[in-house]
């Protein structure tokens, strides 16, 4: 099955400053990479996601980006804020799958 | 609702008692999932159901874990002679699943269930 990994585990930054956090997948098959953020006490939430035919998607101060060739996928947050600050969860589904692979997580965290 | 309503959502149950989980999806989904969440972990995955299809319940760490899913709405997740290390959160999220894609998980905010 699918198997994903995130690097790195902790990302420290200053506010203002951008943040990146690349995950790898396995299956050269799999066609859609969401983005998840959770807050303290929350459960995880849907920032933004892409599918396989695309490169990179945009909302604002995030972006993804998706290289099929290398398998890996990114988010990109820019202009970081404190509210920023979360465990990122990335994940992949591969083609005819009908659930995500998660990565284990990234801690980011913003110093103000 | 607008959102996946999980309750209770904390719980505090002594070892070998027994406990029930319940989750509400979105309205119209018809996947929905189970995780759990330790302490600063990750996503563990339990089960998985889809429509009338059986569950997936691959994940499921042992035989005193079950869930049913009534009408294709509701869920619960039963955890029989619960163990300390049966205490984390319980995540559960549904989902819309498309014969031309796939979608993003709403997450409920999780049962905390605590074992002592």
């Known amino acids: 099955g699918e198997n994903v990994e995130q690097h790195p585990s902790t990302l420290s930054v200053q506010e203002g400053d951008s943040a990146v956090i690349k995950c790898t997948y396995s299956d050269s098959a799999s066609n859609y990479f969401p983005w998840y953020k959770q807050e303290l006490g929350k459960g995880p939430q849907l920032i933004i996601d892409i599918r396989s035919n695309v490169g990179e998607k945009k909302d604002q101060r995030i972006a993804v980006t998706l290289n099929k060739t290398a398998k890996h996928f990114s988010l990109h947050i820019t202009e970081t804020q404190p509210e920023d600050s979360a465990v990122y969860f990335c994940a992949a589904r591969g083609y005819g799958n009908n659930r995500l692979a998660f990565g284990k997580g990234n801690q980011v965290v913003v110093i103000p | 609702g607008a959102g996946v309503s999980q309750s209770p959502s904390n719980k505090v149950t002594e070892k070998g008692k027994d406990v029930e989980l319940r989750c509400d999806p979105i309205?119209?989904?018809?996947?929905l999932y189970w995780y759990r969440q330790s302490l600063g972990q990750g996503l563990e995955f339990l089960i998985y159901?889809?429509?009338?299809?059986?569950?997936?319940k691959s994940g499921l760490p042992s035989d005193r874990f079950s869930a049913e899913r009534t009408g294709g709405s509701v869920s619960t997740l039963t955890i029989q002679r619960t163990q300390q290390e049966d205490s984390a959160v319980y995540l559960c999220?549904?989902?819309?699943?498309?014969?031309?894609?796939?979608?993003?998980?709403?997450f409920g905010s999780g049962t905390r269930l605590t074992v002592v």
């Open positions: 159901f889809q429509g009338n299809s059986a569950p997936d």
């Open positions: 309205s119209g989904h018809t996947a």
């Open positions: 999220a549904s989902s819309l699943e498309g014969h031309r894609g796939a979608y993003g998980y709403t």
